[in-house]
């Protein structure tokens, strides 16, 4: 069956330009995460939806970072103004409901010139 | 502060070579603790789940062990193939949230 699928793969962009990130969870799952992760580094948290829920957003690092979540399916992960240090791989994960593993997609490379 | 440390950030096996990588983790209350693999360029792949003290899974060559501190995931006559990087996940109670160590990153030479 369809993974988790994420787009674009990759993204290069201007400092200070916006960009969308994409993520198409596992039909029918209702927990999903958002997550960075640099060169050499672990993942780090960024949000977290379950259904209809508020979404968990205290690993955002700054305002210029937000997601949404539309009826419960595809989200997207903003990015205002870019800056250098932005660059990293974006993944997005999904679960059949919160506590159960994460099924990850392959993540956008994002690089800011 | 909620930590997992993961060691050694990297190890070279030769072919058939076994060893183990070591995940400890300081947290309030153990939700559960998620073994993952990543190959570069690709997501994490789900490995294994642990929740209580003394739990062992296993999976062709990989064992996953849990202690009240730590887990261990044992590699038993490793090939090339299971080069990859090794990431340990932890659920704490009070949170859906996981922390991740920052991997084991290991080369089996044939």
């Known amino acids: 069956g369809a993974g988790v699928s994420q787009s674009p793969s990759n993204k290069v962009t201007e400092k200070g330009k916006d960009v969308e990130l994409r993520c198409d969870p596992i039909?029918?799952?209702?927990?999903l995460y958002w997550y960075r992760q640099s060169l050499g580094q672990g993942l780090e948290f960024l949000i977290y939806?379950?259904?209809?829920?508020?979404?968990?957003k205290s690993g955002l690092p700054s305002d210029r970072f937000s997601a949404e979540r539309t009826g419960g399916s595809v989200s997207t992960l903003t990015i205002q103004r870019t800056q250098q240090e932005d660059s990293a791989v974006y993944l997005c994960?999904?679960?059949?409901?919160?506590?159960?593993?994460?099924?990850f997609g392959d993540g956008t490379r994002l690089s800011i010139l | 502060e909620d930590q997992v440390t993961q060691s050694p950030e990297a190890l070279r096996l030769q072919e058939g070579e076994s060893s183990s990588l070591n995940c400890s983790y300081t947290?309030?209350?153990?939700?559960?603790l998620f073994w993952y693999r990543q190959d570069p360029g690709k997501g994490p792949e789900f490995l294994f789940t642990?929740?209580?003290a003394g739990e062992e899974k296993e999976k062709e060559r990989l064992k996953a062990t849990l202690t009240k501190k730590e887990s261990f995931l044992h590699i038993t006559a490793p090939k090339p193939e299971d080069s990859a990087t090794y990431l340990c996940?932890?659920?704490?109670?009070?949170?859906?949230?996981?922390?991740f160590g920052t991997g084991t990153r290991l080369k089996v030479l044939a």
């Open positions: 994960a999904s679960s059949p409901t919160r506590g159960q593993p994460q099924h």
């Open positions: 039909s029918g799952h209702t927990a």
């Open positions: 939806f379950q259904g209809n829920s508020a979404p968990d």
């Open positions: 947290v309030s209350g153990l939700r559960g």
């Open positions: 642990l929740y209580s």
């Open positions: 996940a932890v659920q704490y109670s009070g949170t859906y949230k996981y922390i």
